[in-house]
């Protein structure tokens, strides 16, 4: 994704719950119950997607880049 970025110079709009994704955007927006809750930079957001997680989030056994969600 960096990379596709980079060469071509595009916007991508990514929908995850994964928040290594996070770490290639730009901005980084915060939908909770169909609202807008965020809009800005990943160091702002990080408490907010502590905050209103649903899913606690952990490394998988795939690896450090790889989270799932555990209820």
């Known amino acids: ?10 916007t991508t709009v990514v929908v ?5 994704f996070l770490e290639a955007a730009d901005v980084v927006m915060i939908i909770n119950s169909g609202k807008i809750v965020y809009k ?6 990080m408490p907010l997607l ?15 880049r790889d989270a799932g969600c555990y209820r």
Do not use: F, I, P, Q
């Not at 994704?1 to 595009?10: D, I, M, Q, S, Y």
């Open 40 to 45: 800005g930079s990943l160091e702002g957001a």
């Open 16 to 20: 995850s719950h994964n928040k290594a």
């Open 1 to 10: 994704l960096k990379r596709e970025l980079a060469e071509n110079h595009t």
């Open 50 to 64: 502590d905050d209103l997680s649903v899913c606690t989030y952990r490394n998988s056994c795939e690896g450090d």
